[in-house]
């Protein structure tokens, strides 16, 4: 793969690049809709195709925040077109990397060292290469080590880079109303902290450290003197990719233990430490050759308030979304009804989370839980399309819920989609004794 001997890291540098990534999308509107005028039955999935790939193209060698977002629109499977999803889930981990110049020009800047005079051996091609930084194999004192090595000029371009990209995704999203920037402002702040890897390591050893009991559980050593706040030296986790595993023929009794593992991890965090690893995608989870779990990134956690967490799982249970008076009043609680909403936007939006709410947190209504289940995603899908082409929804001033939604749903959804994955079947009930 063609590496990076350098990264636009100033602001007109960078906006060049995106501003022209913009007239590259507008000319494929421009080309799509004069098809249309010939054609009215002319297919979109030309025109997602072009956009998907000229974004993409656009923010690669950007990297940093921009690419970060394109990465998790990647995991939204059921509200976005294919043609993105595939092409944004290269951002995981298939960009091009720095090069080896590059590499050791960070080192020199940020451990006063190169990486040969800093370790017995070190890799000059990366591993993987993601969105915030690229990954390479090292060795010391025997031990084989993996080595985060964060972009130049990531953390100090992430505003302007999410003020230049906002423009092309309230067009491309449809995002709407006075509220877009509460949900910008947690994008930034959350990578702002992504960008912090001192950060980083202290949470990864205060995560891993509290959830060493959990069964079929592993994670990576972390080394505060190999690391600094643009570099992170942890354990060489032997394993593979979730991704590649799930793509091959498994064992399903071994997913399913796999599975749970991950349910366990994930409930743990989320009831027990009120704060989660919000980055559940497939390159972040290995599967040792012991059938075991590893989780290897706690780049992006989430700390979940109480006065979130409590209104949030209350609508988890069945009896409450029975219950029209405590419906409505949790629904004020997490801010997707306001005191301005007429009476028919207050009935518009009850039936819609109750509906939406109904099917999302079935899971947690059983006592054992199929993510195979094609149906469960089939009408999954089907109400994402549905609501998609909703014109009450589409002309709706306002984005509904508390900010603090943006990365809960996208650690559930994240964690559906590796369980269904999967096709593991999960024992739920455990849920049931953390509220």
Not at 243 to 264: H, I, K, P, V
Not at 394 to 400: S, T
Request: glycine letters at 6%; proline letters at 4%.
């Amino acid at each position: 793969m063609r590496t990076l001997d350098n990264i636009p890291t100033g602001k007109i540098e960078r906006a060049g690049k995106l501003v022209r990534t913009g007239v590259k999308v507008g000319g494929n509107y421009v080309k799509y809709y004069s098809k249309k005028l010939v054609n009215p039955d002319v297919d979109k999935n030309e025109l997602d195709e072009n956009n998907a790939k000229d974004i993409y193209d656009g923010l690669k060698t950007l990297k940093g925040s921009a690419l970060k977002v394109a990465q998790m629109l990647s995991m939204e499977k059921n509200l976005l077109p294919r043609a993105y999803v595939e092409k944004f889930s290269l951002s995981q981990f298939s960009v091009p990397p720095l090069s080896a110049p590059l590499v050791r020009k960070t080192f020199k800047r940020y451990l006063n060292m190169y990486p040969e005079e800093l370790f017995d051996r070190f890799e000059r091609d990366s591993i993987n290469a993601a969105s915030i930084g690229q990954v390479h194999k090292a060795q010391k004192d025997g031990k084989s080590l993996a080595v985060k090595i964060q972009y130049p000029g990531v953390a100090e371009s992430i505003s302007s880079d999410l003020a230049l990209v906002k423009p092309i995704a309230i067009r491309m999203f449809n995002l709407k109303g006075k509220d877009t920037d509460k949900f910008f402002h947690e994008v930034e702040e959350k990578l702002l902290e992504e960008t912090d890897y001192m950060l980083e390591i202290s949470r990864s050893l205060d995560i891993t450290e509290a959830c060493s009991h959990i069964p079929n559980l592993e994670f990576p050593k972390y080394y505060r003197e190999l690391s600094s706040e643009r570099i992170i030296s942890m354990d060489w986790m032997h394993g593979t990719h979730l991704s590649q595993f799930t793509q091959g023929e498994f064992d399903l009794e071994l997913a399913n233990d796999l599975g749970q593992t991950l349910w366990d991890f994930y409930m743990f965090q989320m009831h027990e430490l009120r704060k989660v690893q919000a980055d559940p995608h497939p390159g972040n989870f290995l599967v040792s050759s012991q059938g075991r779990l590893i989780a290897i990134d706690f780049g992006c956690v989430k700390e979940v308030p109480d006065e979130f967490y409590t209104p949030y799982f209350e609508l988890a249970k069945k009896e409450n979304l029975e219950n029209d008076r405590v419906f409505e009043k949790t629904l004020y609680d997490l801010e997707i009804l306001t005191n301005g909403d007429s009476k028919s936007d207050r009935v518009f939006f009850k039936d819609l989370f109750r509906e939406m709410l109904s099917l999302f947190t079935a899971p947690f209504n059983k006592e054992e839980f199929d993510f195979g289940d094609p149906v469960f995603w089939a009408e999954i899908a089907s109400l994402s399309e549905r609501y998609a082409k909703d014109e009450h929804i589409r002309k709706m001033n306002g984005n509904r819920g508390s900010k603090h939604f943006l990365y809960i749903n996208r650690t559930f959804f994240g964690l559906y989609h590796l369980l269904h994955d999967l096709k593991a079947k999960v024992r739920v009930n455990q849920f049931k004794q953390y509220i």
